[in-house]
């Protein structure tokens, strides 16, 4: 099993306990070939927690805490998780989503929204879901009787359905929300700092977790507040925003405030689908404000001109600027 042609098949039986004597016995001669390996393994049966929404320990095997002890002792951990998210991030859509989501029985879809697009769908229970450009969603075809359960990987809006006795949660990477009924908004891209959650109306509670999904403490949040959890630090901030400018990209407006260009490209890229380069650092510092609807891109760029001294060019999706 190479690093550039391992049966990742196999890597997944093995965490969930489907492997015999033999097949165990490659997995560990993979492992003990390389020590950064073990990164691997980690980033698989992180996965099984999340995607399974497995928040207890009944996962963490004897062998898994005999690999993190190992994994913590090695200098290379914070460069190489980098790595290894982005190998398995590429392996993800395929073989390890099927076998993820259909290893207890039950059938789970993924809804995959390119840069540039939206797209709303509605659950099986009625509750109404608006994903953002780039943005992931996976969830059951039938929700269990005690829980609803989904997981977000980006940016969604959510008009659930209310019924008491059956509780909605949206699981993402560092946060869980869970409500009975309510409309709010959720920001977790996998690549930012932040996951920022917005309540329009309702009431709900919001479960912090760090890099191994332990839950470290919990906010509930009223109507027109957001909460802004730190993924480095672990801290979170509460206040109260204006609701028709951050649920801009519902009505496809590009809406920013006193954000630094470097912050404001990245909404461009997702909504234009395209690549943007700065040559100069010290311009992707800079903090402008402004509130765009239908505009082409170039329009977009002419008018930031305006308030910043730039220049720009397009190719290829390619958008690059310069002093």
């Not at 009223?222 to 951050?246: A, F, G």
């Amino acid at each position: 099993m190479e690093d550039n042609n391992f049966n990742q098949e196999l890597l997944i039986k093995f965490i969930f306990g489907k492997t015999n004597e033999a097949e165990e016995e490659k997995i560990k001669d993979w492992l003990n070939a390389d020590a950064r390996r073990y990164e691997i393994l980690e980033k698989y049966m992180r996965s099984k927690a999340f995607l399974l929404s497995k928040n207890d320990t009944e996962w963490k095997t004897k062998d898994y805490l005999d690999i993190r002890r190992k994994i913590q002792k090695k200098q290379t951990r914070r460069l190489f998780h980098r790595i290894a998210a982005a190998f398995i991030g590429l392996m993800f859509i395929g073989t390890l989503t099927f076998l993820l989501f259909n290893t207890e029985g039950e059938k789970w879809e993924m809804v995959t929204v390119e840069k540039g697009n939206q797209q709303q769908i509605i659950l099986e229970d009625g509750t109404k879901v608006w994903l953002a450009p780039d943005t992931k969603l996976y969830y059951p075809l039938k929700f269990d009787s005690d829980k609803r359960e989904v997981r977000l990987e980006g940016q969604g809006y959510f008009d659930v359905e209310h019924d008491k006795d059956w509780p909605f949660v949206v699981y993402t990477k560092y946060s869980d929300i869970k409500v009975l009924g309510t409309t709010f908004n959720v920001k977790a891209y996998p690549d930012d700092y932040y996951t920022t959650t917005i309540l329009v109306d309702g009431l709900v509670n919001l479960e912090f977790k760090n890099d191994e999904s332990e839950i470290l403490e919990n906010q509930l949040l009223n109507p027109s507040q957001k909460c802004i959890y730190n993924h480095q630090t672990l801290m979170h901030d509460v206040h109260t925003v204006d609701l028709r400018h951050e649920l801009a990209w519902r009505e496809n407006r590009l809406s920013f405030r006193n954000e630094t260009f470097g912050d404001i490209a990245t909404k461009i890229e997702r909504h234009y689908n395209v690549e943007v380069v700065f040559n100069n650092h010290q311009l992707s510092k800079k903090r402008l404000t402004g509130e765009f609807k239908d505009e082409s891109l170039p329009q977009v760029l002419e008018t930031l001109q305006e308030w910043s001294s730039f220049s720009f060019t397009i190719k290829n999706s390619v958008v690059i600027i310069e002093k």
